[in-house]
């Protein structure tokens, strides 16, 4: 078994907490790549490459989602790396 690359965003629940929820991120995943996104309105939200075993069965959305102050995730790729 591989990597693979997945491309998450996330949006924070409070947005002067941002860099809160990046270091968590990098705490619990292997973090690659990080750029913020403007959204709408003066938020933003993290645009983040995450690298993880190819493991069956592994749901970055949900492990993503349980970590305090997130308020949503969306995958918008993954690739074998």
Known sequence: MGNVAIIVRVIPEEQN?????LSKLKEK???????????????????????????EGSDVESEIESIEGVSSVTVEDITLV
């Open 17 to 21: 907490k941002m860099e809160e929820v």
């Open 29 to 55: 995943f292997e973090v690659k790549d990080v750029k913020e996104e403007d959204i709408g309105f003066g938020a933003k939200a993290l645009k983040l490459m995450i690298i993880k075993k190819d493991e």
